[in-house]
């Protein structure tokens, strides 16, 4: 089995998981100090007879070092944090140009909503597809995602994509996938009975595939 | 051992708030309840901002004079209650049982009048989920007539909802104090404070001042704008 | 005002010959409360526990009968299979009980209440039959809750943190009087915390005897006092949300539901801003009371005492501005994100001086590994772990993927669990002998200790890898989907120390029950520890002191040079010791 993060195939997967990693790294190493720092203690300040331990109340100067060296680094941490996500979820972070999508979230299936061959999603050759999300591969997609009931979550863990779907508001999420292949689209929230079966598959096809699916959805429709 | 707790000495203990134990706690408990008309106040901001559309004007549905005449009212009884801690430190019972009486009676009728306008809203129409059907505000919402003055929300279940929660809560507070304020009128009749000693006058006082304070701004976001 | 506290504790010294009834059952002695809470939490604990079981289970193996499943009736588990609605019930009911009826009443209702007035020299609390109300109120709001499982549609199925409109409309989640139940257990359960934050603030301010000066307060009471705040202002604020839900629920209002204007998202920044202050709630006491564990094993005072103060009082501050961390993911605005993560960032900086100065407490110590001091440096080396995997989700972007994960399951049960519950073992054994006047057996002690540290870990840490491999939290059959099927031998791995995580604690229940009977005869002080409850007998008669004691040193006066033993009890009046000094103790 693979411990680490598995493959991410999205433009911002990499992003997210060096993010991951730099924070693995800090917090391992703060995790080995304050550990080892207990356990050495522990062992070497045992209980001895005729002993007395040390009488202090502390050291201002060891407690300014300890205050600042955190605070320091989790500022940085926020940071770094805080850019990777201006570029996901910022303002201006949908791309120009980014292909539409429409995702309704029911307990408990995804209905999505494709543009038809004229690329304009509210047309009349928009058609829909059930758990069946496809998409090409390095395009920029946008998608609008609504509820009909209660709130579920849009996730594709290969993309790093997961978006609460909130009934009443339409929230839009995007990414561009960067590899073709089959993935899974799953809900993140619980939304009810039948939540654990609210799966979808996540087919990432070439551009020109995805264009020619869209023109004629009828010819490739049966799932592979 | 279970009677050397008798023999103890006044407890010297160390400088609290200043004051005693039952006023502190409800300073304490007031704070409490602060976070709780929070909660229901900030939910009311939040919810009507976002939907201007779902609200009737002032005065179009709401029976603001008879609310205006209960505001005053419970102002006054504000003012009895002062007039009944001031009768306490005076020593002066006669007083204090007068006053009291009357801050209970007042605090009944301001009750009262609450249910009673309830009743009227309900026979109008308005419930906490929205215009009851067929009722003489639904039927006036669905044919976009005029009334009094401009044409009703579409719906007005978060009206409803927010309004009733929050007078309805208010309500329960003030039947709360007016049964707190009964128990120690009862024992104003008995003759349980003196000058030296009206803490129960005090504690129940700072209860009423705040569920008062709670009302005027209630009746200012409610029903005034 | 001090008089009056003497007149009611005058009052029913005259009463103590009570009957039964009043003695024990209707009790306003504080020290009878907090055994009552100790009592009904930990059958709440166990509670919680066999629903966890359950869950394990189905996980584990899903949709397999489970062994004994039968017993249970058809609505739930037909042929022994967990059905799905009672898998939902079973996740939203083990967080509650645990939240709200187990951990929460453990640390606040048993040890606020025992703790505050022993250790602060009042012989009680500063409202005394409040106190008893707030317990008698508590344990009709677990009656309630329990009801949910027995009534019609099964007990409320969307999540401890009942996210509307799921909760808000039984169309959606098949459950209508279970969860109406949820909301009325909670603001019942909220009405007994409210009256029992007021009276621990009062006795804290009020009812502090001769000498306990604030810097002199022990950091147990402190976080106590600071959790009591958190409490008194948190609570009404869920009370008021879950009594707009039962509203939406019952009486056909809108406020989360979305068809006219209400707002789903309201509920969960009302939720959460009651929510994160209650994460504190539940840790804040656990930290005090391991730091007055740490310091007596570690037989040192306190390092950084002060700080340490100031890092409760900062935690309690910064958890008011940190709650939109949990709802990065919600459809939140995202700038909104970046501030809440600014905020949640810093609030590591308090826990991060908590963290270095237990670990200043013990350098140089002469360190006794009693079964308390056992639990409270695994509470430290747990709440680290916790506490790190904190700063992954605070990281909005990494955030993206491991929210709503078992990563996430993972973190909350390392603070939860090897945080709070660990600091709870410890703080039981510790006080035993003073509730009880009989020691748990050392042996069993650290039995339970090493056999709950492992399978803890075993059941736990793994999580953090399923969350990692985008394991979605709160699902039924795992198995259903393509990407998690690689990790059903991890899941199965789980839920076996699951099982025997369970099974150990038999040890500690045998240990706390059969101690009562023939545990060894607890001397007044059997710890050697500086606070003052154990300057009384174990356990205090009623009233706790004879007289009320004078305070003369500050809270952890071990291996003082002023005296020869290595412990200086906070009352013990010293020849030769400087009046001031004692507490000003940089």
């Not at chain 1, 109340?57 to 990777?84: D, F, N, Q, R």
């Not at chain 2, 003012?79 to 009357?102: E, H, I, P, S, Y």
């Not at chain 3, 012989?123 to 109300?133: E, K, S, T, Y």
């Not at chain 3, 990790?487 to 076996?496: A, S, Y």
């Given at each position: 089995?693979?411990?680490?993060?598995?493959?991410?195939?999205?433009?911002?997967?990499?992003?997210?998981?060096?993010?991951?990693?730099?924070?693995?790294?800090?917090?391992?190493?703060?995790?080995?100090?304050?550990?080892?720092?207990?356990?050495?203690?522990?062992?070497?300040?045992?209980?001895?007879?005729?002993?007395?331990?040390?009488?202090?109340?502390?050291?201002?100067?060891?407690?300014?070092?300890?205050?600042?060296?955190?605070?320091?680094?989790?500022?940085?941490?926020?940071?770094?944090?805080?850019?990777?996500?201006?570029?996901?979820?910022?303002?201006?972070?949908?791309?120009?140009?980014?292909?539409?999508?429409?995702?309704?979230?029911?307990?408990?299936?995804?209905?999505?909503?494709?543009?038809?061959?004229?690329?304009?999603?509210?047309?009349?050759?928009?058609?829909?597809?059930?758990?069946?999300?496809?998409?090409?591969?390095?395009?920029?997609?946008?998608?609008?995602?609504?509820?009909?009931?209660?709130?579920?979550?849009?996730?594709?863990?290969?993309?790093?994509?997961?978006?609460?779907?909130?009934?009443?508001?339409?929230?839009?999420?995007?990414?561009?996938?960067?590899?073709?292949?089959?993935?899974?689209?799953?809900?993140?929230?619980?939304?009810?009975?039948?939540?654990?079966?609210?799966?979808?598959?996540?087919?990432?096809?070439?551009?020109?595939?995805?264009?020619?699916?869209?023109?004629?959805?009828?010819?490739?429709?049966?799932?592979? | 051992?279970?009677?050397?707790?008798?023999?103890?000495?006044?407890?010297?203990?160390?400088?609290?708030?200043?004051?005693?134990?039952?006023?502190?706690?409800?300073?304490?408990?007031?704070?409490?309840?602060?976070?709780?008309?929070?909660?229901?106040?900030?939910?009311?901001?939040?919810?009507?901002?976002?939907?201007?559309?779902?609200?009737?004007?002032?005065?179009?549905?709401?029976?603001?004079?008879?609310?205006?005449?209960?505001?005053?009212?419970?102002?006054?009884?504000?003012?009895?209650?002062?007039?009944?801690?001031?009768?306490?430190?005076?020593?002066?019972?006669?007083?204090?049982?007068?006053?009291?009486?009357?801050?209970v009676v007042i605090g009944a009728m301001f009750v009262g009048i609450q249910a009673y306008e309830y009743a009227q809203l309900i026979h109008l129409g308005f419930l906490p989920s929205g215009y009851r059907a067929g009722s003489e505000l639904a039927e006036a919402a669905a044919a976009g007539t005029p009334y009094h003055g401009s044409a009703l929300p579409a719906s007005v279940s978060l009206y409803g909802a927010t309004f009733y929660t929050m007078t309805g809560f208010h309500g329960f507070h003030?039947?709360?104090?007016?049964?707190?304020?009964?128990?120690?009128?009862?024992?104003?009749?008995?003759?349980?404070?003196?000058?030296?000693?009206?803490?129960?006058?005090?504690?129940?006082?700072?209860?009423?001042?705040?569920?008062?304070?709670?009302?005027?701004?209630?009746?200012?976001?409610?029903?005034?704008? | 005002?001090?008089?009056?506290?003497?007149?009611?504790?005058?009052?029913?010294?005259?009463?103590?010959?009570?009957?039964?009834?009043?003695?024990?059952?209707?009790?306003?002695?504080?020290?009878?409360?907090?055994?009552?809470?100790?009592?009904?939490?930990?059958?709440?604990?166990?509670?919680?526990?066999?629903?966890?079981?359950?869950?394990?289970?189905?996980?584990?193996?899903?949709?397999?009968?489970?062994?004994?499943?039968?017993?249970?009736?058809?609505?739930?588990?037909?042929?022994?299979?967990?059905?799905?609605?009672?898998?939902?019930?079973?996740?939203?009911?083990?967080?509650?009980?645990?939240?709200?009826?187990?951990?929460?009443?453990?640390?606040?209702?048993?040890?606020?209440?025992?703790?505050?007035?022993?250790?602060?020299?009042?012989?009680?609390?500063?409202?005394?039959?409040?106190?008893?109300?707030?317990?008698?109120?508590?344990?009709?709001?677990?009656?309630?809750?329990?009801?949910?499982?027995?009534?019609?549609?099964?007990?409320?199925?969307?999540?401890?943190?009942?996210?509307?409109?799921?909760?808000?409309?039984?169309?959606?989640?098949?459950?209508?009087?279970?969860?109406?139940?949820?909301?009325?257990?909670?603001?019942?359960?909220?009405?007994?915390?409210?009256?029992?934050?007021?009276?621990?603030?009062?006795?804290?301010?009020?009812?502090?005897?001769?000498?306990?000066?604030?810097?002199?307060?022990?950091?147990?009471?402190?976080?106590?006092?600071?959790?009591?705040?958190?409490?008194?202002?948190?609570?009404?604020?869920?009370?008021?949300?879950?009594?707009?839900?039962?509203?939406?629920?019952?009486?056909?209002?809108?406020?989360?539901?979305?068809?006219?204007?209400?707002?789903?998202?309201?509920?969960?920044?009302?939720?959460?801003?009651?929510?994160?202050?209650?994460?504190?709630?539940?840790?804040?006491?656990?930290?005090?009371?391991?730091?007055?564990?740490?310091?007596?094993?570690?037989?040192?005072?306190?390092?950084?005492?002060?700080?340490?103060?100031?890092?409760?009082?900062?935690?309690?501050?910064?958890?008011?501005?940190?709650?939109?961390?949990?709802?990065?993911?919600?459809?939140?605005?995202?700038?909104?994100?970046?501030?809440?993560?600014?905020?949640?960032?810093?609030?590591?900086?308090?826990?991060?001086?908590?963290?270095?100065?237990?670990?200043?407490?013990?350098?140089?110590?002469?360190?006794?590994?009693?079964?308390?001091?056992?639990?409270?440096?695994?509470?430290?080396?747990?709440?680290?772990?916790?506490?790190?995997?904190?700063?992954?989700?605070?990281?909005?972007?990494?955030?993206?993927?491991?929210?709503?994960?078992?990563?996430?399951?993972?973190?909350?049960?390392?603070?939860?669990?090897?945080?709070?519950?660990?600091?709870?073992?410890?703080?039981?054994?510790?006080?035993?002998?003073?509730?009880?006047?009989?020691?748990?057996?050392?042996?069993?002690?650290?039995?339970?200790?090493?056999?709950?540290?492992?399978?803890?870990?075993?059941?736990?840490?793994?999580?953090?890898?399923?969350?990692?491999?985008?394991?979605?939290?709160r699902i039924y059959d795992p198995t259903q989907y393509a990407f998690l099927q690689h990790l059903q031998p991890l899941n199965e791995f789980i839920t076996l120390s699951a099982f025997l995580l369970f099974a150990v604690q038999l040890i500690f229940a045998v240990n706390f029950i059969m101690s009562w009977w023939n545990g060894k005869k607890a001397s007044p002080n059997p710890w050697e520890d500086t606070g003052l409850e154990w300057s009384t007998p174990s356990p205090p008669p009623h009233g706790?002191?004879?007289?009320?004691?004078?305070?003369?040193?500050?809270?952890?006066?071990?291996?003082?040079?002023?005296?020869?033993?290595?412990?200086?009890?906070?009352?013990?009046?010293?020849?030769?010791?400087?009046?001031a000094a004692a507490s000003r103790t940089e």
């Amino acid at each position: 089995m693979n411990w680490l993060l598995p493959g991410g195939v999205s433009t911002f997967a990499g992003d997210i998981d060096r993010l991951y990693y730099v924070i693995l790294g800090i917090t391992g190493a703060a995790f080995v100090i304050v550990e080892v720092a207990l356990i050495w203690f522990l062992i070497k300040y045992r209980a001895r007879p005729g002993r007395k331990a040390y009488y202090t109340h502390g050291s201002v100067k060891a407690e300014v070092i300890w205050t600042t060296v955190p605070a320091v680094v989790v500022v940085m941490i926020g940071i770094l944090s805080g850019g990777v996500w201006n570029q996901i979820r910022g303002r201006d972070s949908v791309p120009p140009g980014a292909l539409p999508l429409a995702v309704h979230a029911k307990q408990f299936e995804w209905l999505v909503t494709y543009p038809g061959p004229d690329g304009q999603l509210g047309t009349d050759d928009d058609f829909e597809r059930r758990n069946d999300l496809r998409l090409p591969v390095d395009t920029p997609m946008v998608i609008a995602l609504t509820s009909e009931d209660v709130i579920h979550s849009f996730f594709i863990p290969e993309f790093r994509v997961k978006q609460d779907v909130v009934p009443g508001m339409t929230i839009r999420a995007w990414f561009e996938a960067t590899a073709t292949g089959e993935y899974s689209l799953a809900c993140a929230e619980l939304c009810g009975n039948g939540h654990t079966t609210m799966g979808g598959t996540v087919t990432v096809l070439s551009l020109d595939e995805y264009t020619q699916w869209l023109a004629d959805p009828s010819r490739t429709v049966a799932s592979r | 051992m279970a009677h050397a707790a008798v023999m103890r000495p006044p407890a010297p203990a160390e400088p609290g708030a200043g004051v005693y134990n039952a006023k502190l706690g409800m300073w304490v408990f007031l704070g409490s309840e602060v976070m709780f008309f929070t909660a229901l106040i900030g939910s009311y901001i939040i919810l009507r901002f976002g939907n201007e559309q779902y609200w009737a004007q002032p005065a179009q549905i709401l029976n603001v004079p008879i609310t205006a005449f209960n505001t005053f009212w419970l102002i006054c009884s504000s003012v009895t209650m002062v007039k009944a801690f001031a009768a306490a430190q005076d020593g002066n019972q006669k007083a204090l049982r007068g006053w009291l009486v009357a801050t209970v009676v007042i605090g009944a009728m301001f009750v009262g009048i609450q249910a009673y306008e309830y009743a009227q809203l309900i026979h109008l129409g308005f419930l906490p989920s929205g215009y009851r059907a067929g009722s003489e505000l639904a039927e006036a919402a669905a044919a976009g007539t005029p009334y009094h003055g401009s044409a009703l929300p579409a719906s007005v279940s978060l009206y409803g909802a927010t309004f009733y929660t929050m007078t309805g809560f208010h309500g329960f507070h003030v039947t709360m104090g007016v049964i707190c304020m009964a128990f120690v009128t009862w024992k104003a009749f008995r003759g349980s404070y003196t000058a030296t000693d009206h803490r129960g006058v005090e504690v129940i006082g700072l209860y009423w001042h705040f569920v008062d304070l709670v009302w005027i701004i209630l009746f200012t976001i409610v029903y005034l704008i | 005002m001090a008089t009056m506290a003497a007149t009611i504790d005058h009052a029913h010294a005259h009463v103590d010959d009570r009957s039964f009834l009043r003695k024990y059952i209707f009790s306003t002695d504080h020290k009878i409360i907090g055994i009552q809470f100790l009592m009904l939490s930990l059958l709440f604990l166990l509670i919680g526990g066999l629903l966890a079981m359950m869950m394990r289970w189905e996980l584990g193996f899903p949709t397999q009968p489970m062994p004994g499943g039968t017993l249970l009736p058809e609505t739930m588990a037909p042929g022994g299979i967990l059905l799905p609605e009672f898998y939902n019930s079973l996740v939203t009911m083990h967080g509650t009980f645990m939240v709200f009826f187990a951990i929460m009443p453990l640390l606040v209702g048993v040890f606020a209440n025992y703790l505050i007035p022993l250790k602060l020299g009042a012989p009680d609390m500063a409202f005394p039959r409040l106190n008893m109300a707030s317990f008698w109120i508590a344990v009709p709001a677990g009656v309630l809750m329990l009801a949910g499982f027995f009534v019609e549609g099964g007990a409320a199925g969307a999540g401890w943190t009942s996210y509307a409109p799921l909760s808000a409309n039984a169309e959606y989640s098949g459950v209508s009087l279970g969860q109406e139940l949820w909301c009325l257990s909670l603001v019942v359960l909220g009405l007994s915390s409210i009256l029992g934050a007021t009276n621990y603030i009062t006795t804290v301010i009020n009812m502090r005897a001769p000498g306990m000066t604030w810097f002199r307060m022990p950091l147990s009471i402190w976080s106590l006092f600071i959790t009591a705040i958190l409490t008194l202002l948190a609570i009404p604020i869920l009370s008021g949300a879950a009594i707009m839900l039962l509203f939406d629920q019952t009486i056909g209002t809108t406020f989360f539901l979305p068809a006219e204007g209400g707002q789903p998202l309201l509920w969960q920044h009302l939720f959460w801003f009651f929510g994160h202050p209650e994460v504190y709630i539940l840790i804040l006491p656990a930290m005090g009371m391991v730091s007055d564990i740490i310091a007596n094993g570690a037989r040192k005072p306190i390092f950084g005492y002060h700080s340490m103060v100031y890092a409760i009082i900062g935690i309690g501050f910064l958890g008011w501005i940190v709650w939109g961390h949990h709802m990065f993911q919600s459809g939140m605005n995202p700038t909104l994100g970046t501030t809440f993560m600014i905020s949640t960032m810093l609030i590591a900086v308090p826990s991060a001086i908590k963290t270095f100065n237990w670990l200043g407490t013990l350098w140089r110590g002469n360190i006794r590994l009693h079964v308390p001091m056992l639990h409270a440096c695994a509470f430290v080396a747990m709440f680290v772990i916790g506490g790190l995997s904190g700063v992954y989700m605070a990281s909005t972007p990494v955030d993206i993927y491991i929210h709503d994960t078992y990563f996430i399951v993972a973190h909350l049960h390392y603070v939860l669990f090897g945080g709070s519950l660990f600091a709870l073992f410890g703080a039981i054994t510790f006080w035993y002998p003073k509730m009880f006047g009989r020691m748990m057996n050392p042996l069993l002690g650290k039995a339970h200790f090493w056999l709950t540290f492992l399978f803890y870990n075993l059941t736990f840490f793994p999580m953090h890898e399923l969350g990692l491999q985008g394991h979605m939290r709160r699902i039924y059959d795992p198995t259903q989907y393509a990407f998690l099927q690689h990790l059903q031998p991890l899941n199965e791995f789980i839920t076996l120390s699951a099982f025997l995580l369970f099974a150990v604690q038999l040890i500690f229940a045998v240990n706390f029950i059969m101690s009562w009977w023939n545990g060894k005869k607890a001397s007044p002080n059997p710890w050697e520890d500086t606070g003052l409850e154990w300057s009384t007998p174990s356990p205090p008669p009623h009233g706790n002191w004879p007289e009320t004691p004078t305070v003369h040193h500050a809270p952890y006066e071990f291996s003082s040079p002023l005296v020869q033993e290595d412990y200086l009890m906070q009352n013990r009046k010293v020849e030769g010791a400087p009046a001031a000094a004692a507490s000003r103790t940089e």
